[in-house]
């Protein structure tokens, strides 16, 4: 940015649980029914808790502090055994209690931290604080009125607040990329932010380098993917900077961020802000949680991103950069995993197997992928596949052309790798009485490049290597045919 000014930011980050029930009721948690996802059904899943009728009591729902407790402990949290829910207090059409049930003072999980890696550099964000909550309802806007549905009034959400330890727009964006990621690996939310089940707030401030005093925030409200949440920040921080400039300065507000326009818009001031008058609900006792229950969950812990990167790096001998494109996504990198595991069983040589089987899964198999316009789950390509792929071309009974053509067919059929080789006359062509007489026609052929190698120009060997694989329609064995046409052109 500005030589002159730095920016900083944190970042607020509600992500939508995926519980079957809402967090203080037994109604389903889910917009719409899954048999009629285009026709919502509105109201269909509420009942009297969540429709806020006078005299109901919420019933904590215990797998949304689960889900909790496993966010907090991913990121390093203190778990707080003795949680309170508060009240939020505000009016909206689409609150009908005129509160919402959140946590205030003492939240479930404080003080972590999360490793985030922005190309070369990588730096620690500490989370201040993680709590729970329940979703408000959605107001529809028609012509002339509006409508309330109520489905997603009670749907348990977290919010995950970082503190203000960011300084650019990518940084920002790759701490909710990889908090993102971490709530997928954790399975407790899907994630999908087109829906806004992963959203967030970016504070975002500037102050001259070297200050030691924050600069007035900004806070601009529900971004909703990554590349408008990187855009709405740097124009932000730019706007930021130019209002200090003309010796304005900045004032404390909510913004808006409208993408078509790539800019931001005030939504309220400091002054119009609300006063929720906090108070811990009475309808609900604080939650006792005993230790043997957080270490139990402790141990129920997948393996994460961060441990996923170092195992495939360290043990399976990958590269950072395949080992970070496997697991950019969850289901190929659990294939992956599959993979490795079943050849396992077959005796392989672990790191050569990997690299190759890795090799196969970031080049043909999402080739394939991105030419069919599928997910690699939608295509008919199993783990065995690759496992008995790799073990034909690393025996060299299969060249590379014709892996290819078999993982081709395979995506395609879902058949077994052998059956494909039988049918499709794919047997790598080994026979020494056929390939003789190819190599003595090339021989024979290219004399003036004979005598160079000859002479002492050993590259040409590639060149006959290729004439008689042209021979063979690319069937033969390239490293045997080496070794042959090294001893026939002593
Ligand atoms: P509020 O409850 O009004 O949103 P908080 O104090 O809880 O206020 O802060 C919310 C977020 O703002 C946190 O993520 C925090 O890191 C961030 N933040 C606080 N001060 C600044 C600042 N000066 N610049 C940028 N971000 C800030
Ligand atoms: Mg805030
Ligand atoms: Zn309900």
């Known amino acids: 940015m500005d030589f002159e000014f730095e920016a900083v930011i944190g970042l607020e980050v509600h992500c939508q649980l995926a519980t079957h029930t809402k967090i203080f009721c037994s109604c389903r948690a889910r917009l719409s029914d899954e048999t ?11 009942c009297p808790i969540c429709a806020g009728h006078p005299g109901t009591l919420p019933v904590l729902n215990r797998k949304v502090v689960e889900y909790g407790i496993r966010v907090g402990l991913a990121t390093h949290c203190q778990i707080n055994q003795s949680p309170v829910f508060a009240r939020k207090n505000y009016f909206y059409p689409d609150l009908p209690k005129g ?4 946590q205030f003072d003492q939240p479930l999980c404080e003080n972590g931290w999360l490793l985030v890696e922005n190309g070369d550099v990588s730096r ?19 012509t002339g009125f509006s409508l309330v549905n109520l489905n997603r009034a009670g749907v348990p959400l977290i919010e995950i607040v970082s503190e203000p330890d960011m300084e650019t727009p990518q940084e920002a964006g790759a701490y909710l990329r990889t908090l993102h990621s971490l709530v997928v690996y954790l399975e407790i939310s899907d994630g999908n932010m087109q829906e806004g089940n992963f959203r967030c707030d970016a504070n975002v401030s500037v102050m001259r380098h070297g200050s030691s005093q924050l600069g007035i925030r900004t ?17 932000e921080i730019s706007r930021q900077v130019e209002v200090i400039r003309s010796g304005v300065g900045v004032i404390q507000e909510t913004r808006g961020y409208d ?17 929720y008058r906090y108070f811990p609900d009475p309808d609900l006792l604080p939650v006792k949680i005993d230790s043997d229950w957080i270490e139990k969950i402790r141990h129920s812990l997948p393996e994460l991103p961060d441990q996923k990167r170092a195992r495939l790096m360290n043990v399976l001998g990958l590269s950072l950069s395949d080992a970070e494109l496997l697991i950019s996504s969850k289901f190929l990198v659990e294939f992956f995993d599959e993979v490795v595991q079943k050849s ?18 970031l080049s043909e198999v999402m080739r394939l992928r991105k030419e069919d316009n599928i997910e690699l789950w939608q295509s008919q390509l199993r783990a065995f596949h690759i496992v008995d792929l790799v073990r034909l071309v690393q025996k060299q009974s299969l060249s590379h052309i014709q892996a290819k053509q078999v993982i081709c067919i395979a995506w395609k059929t879902g058949q077994d790798v052998s059956s494909i080789v039988d049918q499709e006359g794919l047997k790598q062509w080994n026979d020494l009485s056929l390939l003789e007489p190819l190599m003595d026609e090339v021989i024979r052929d290219f004399p003036r490049q004979v005598a160079e190698y000859r002479a002492g120009k050993d590259k040409l ?19 045997l045919l080496g070794e042959l046409l090294r001893k026939k052109l002593m």
């Open 219 to 235: 806070e601009i409200k529900n971004l909703n993917s990554f590349r408008f949440i990187e855009k709405a920040i740097e124009y």
């Open 36 to 46: 009629t996802v285009a026709n919502i059904q509105v109201n269909s899943n509420t």
């Open 461 to 479: 060997l590639g060149f006959f290597i290729g004439r008689v694989m042209k021979k063979t329609n690319g069937m033969a064995n390239p490293p």
């Open 99 to 102: 509160y919402q049930i959140t």
């Open 124 to 142: 620690t964000v500490r989370i201040q604080r993680i709590h729970l909550e329940e979703d408000a309802g959605k107001s529809v806007h028609r």
């Open 344 to 361: 396992l069983l077959v005796g392989v040589e672990l790191q050569c197997f990997s690299k190759a089987a890795a090799n196969w899964m």
């Open 259 to 275: 993408s078509s326009k790539n800019s931001t818009f005030p939504m309220r001031s400091k002054e119009q802000a609300h006063d």
